[in-house]
């Protein structure tokens, strides 16, 4: 299934890219999307220890084995913020 | 007030008058996107905006007769950082993340305190020096309200709020974290509405 995923600030800078379209597994949980996206993104690895990702404007863990990505799921990589 | 400037005969209020002009002209050719995203939910005002906040009037925003306080915090871009010169700061958000995580701040407010009208804005895009990144106030029958509430709010919004800040020097930039971010609160229900 396909999935929209968005990368913001250093990520974007780290990826070159706003948004990206994933194929991915149809039962797939946050992690083994989180790991897809690392790979092809290898320089995003470094970054994971302080990530928080968002599914449908939710925050999770970029570990979680237990939260599941639907199709047409909208997922984002949220670096450390800094906003105010 | 350039008249003034001009009638005052300093050479140097005109000379930041010129400057200034100088940077209007450097942020128009940058072509910054110009739209607004406001959420107006009853009391709760919540706008990210790439112009200006200073046009904003707050205390008419947040004015109500049952209210004898405002409470306003507003951050401005500080010129250096650990000792080295800031030129600007740039400003990104997910907007719609941004703005769902701001009205919770709002309703987080209202739980906790006892305020009337609530307005938060901040800023997107290139935000010069000595201008306002972010504003929040609150009116409130009673002042502790207003101005606790206020204070909890800035607290809140550097730790849960989907915006990014870029420091840019004359040789370079850097992407910023705020101290008080703790990425496992926010996926552990630190930016959710509480349950209490």
Redesign the interface.
Known sequence: MKVKVLFFALCREITGEESVEFEIEAKASVKTLVDAVVKKFPKMAPLMANMVLSVNLEYVDPKSTTVMIGEKDEIAFIPPISGG | TLTTAIAAGGAILATIVASRALVSVKAGQKKQESKDYIVEEEEDYVKLSYDPLESHDLNEMTVHESCGAIATFV?TTRNSFQGKSVVDLE????T???L?QLQLICKGMRKKWDVKRVVIL?RLGTCPVREA??MIAASSPHRKDALEAVHWA?DE??????????ERYEDGSS????AS?V??D??NGA??ESKD
């Open positions: 951050g400003y990104y958000a997910y719609k993340l941004a769902k901040h990144s972010v800035i919004l550097k730790k849960t709020v989907p915006i990014w800040k870029k992407w910023k974290q705020n971010y990425p496992q926010l996926y930016g959710k």
